[in-house]
């Protein structure tokens, strides 16, 4: 059975959702004027709603921070990301986190590749309709969490899958009832295999009666001495 995985690209103006056969945008508006009570309310509607448009989810793929961004909004937009985080780990909704350079390489096969090239390779391979660089992104998130759960929505290039590899991916549990064995066989998890019962063992009668030591017979001897 498919998994239900999310791509998420956050943004405070236009962070990208992704399912499978669909892509969304949601943002909002703010100012440079806005006191930091103002800014805190907006960066948790914004959560509120990225993770309500997201949850029920078995496995939520997020674009990691982009280190060299530079600009007054890059501190909220690190809010903004943490509080999504946190509200997903929150509701046990295990996160991976791909940074933008393996986003592009799995999407392009060039992890320097620009924000249309990424739309122009991921809108015809999955045959998907996407409004900006945000959904373009998040689905190619979106598709790498498929991939890595071997339910790939498309065919990709060999050279784009290496970028699987750089990805901080979650410690997920196997279906239910069923864990990878040593030789990559599916087997039962110990507490569901049938245990056979168990058969009594026969005790074998004593023929022989244990020879007491020294001192137990030096104590049946002033025994009987005393007696006599």
Same mark, same amino acid.
């Given at each position: ?18 399912? /499978?056969?669909?892509?969304? $945008? ?9 006191? %930091? /009570? ?12 990225? #993770?309500?448009? #997201? ?19 890059? !501190?909220?937009?690190?809010?903004? !990301? !943490? ?22 390489? %799995? ?8 924000? &249309? ?8 391979? %999955?045959?998907? /309709? ?5 959904? /373009? ?8 969490g498929h991939d890595w759960l071997d339910e790939p929505l498309?065919? #990709? ?11 901080? !991916?979650?410690?997920?549990? +196997? ?12 087997? +039962?998890?110990?507490? $569901?295999?049938? $245990? ?19 001192? &137990? ?9 005393a007696a006599a």
């Amino acid at each position: 059975m498919s998994r239900i995985v999310r791509g998420l690209d956050l943004s405070l103006t236009g962070a990208g959702i992704a399912g /499978a056969g669909w892509a969304q $945008t949601l943002g909002s508006k703010g100012k440079r004027t806005d006191t %930091y /009570a103002m800014r805190r309310t907006r960066l948790h509607r914004l959560a509120g709603r990225i #993770v309500e448009a #997201v949850a029920p989810c078995d496995l939520a793929v997020v674009e990691g921070p982009s280190y060299g961004s530079k600009g007054a909004g890059t !501190w909220d937009r690190a809010g903004l !990301w !943490w509080l999504v985080v946190d509200r997903l780990a929150a509701l046990d909704i295990p996160v991976a986190v791909v940074t933008p350079t393996a986003r592009a390489k %799995y999407a392009t096969g060039d992890g320097r590749a620009g924000k &249309q090239a990424v739309v122009e390779a991921v809108g015809p391979r %999955y045959g998907v /309709a996407l409004r900006d660089d945000n959904q /373009a992104d998040a689905y190619a998130l979106l598709a790498m969490g498929h991939d890595w759960l071997d339910e790939p929505l498309a065919p #990709v290039p060999a050279k784009n899958r290496q970028a699987l590899a750089r990805v901080e !991916w979650p410690l997920l549990l +196997p279906p239910p009832a069923v864990q990878l064995g040593i030789g990559g066989d599916d087997r +039962p998890y110990p507490e $569901t295999v049938p $245990t056979a019962p168990r058969k009594p063992r026969r005790r074998r009668p004593r023929t022989e009666q244990a020879a007491a030591g020294p001192g &137990q017979v030096d104590a049946l001897a002033l025994v009987e001495g005393a007696a006599a």
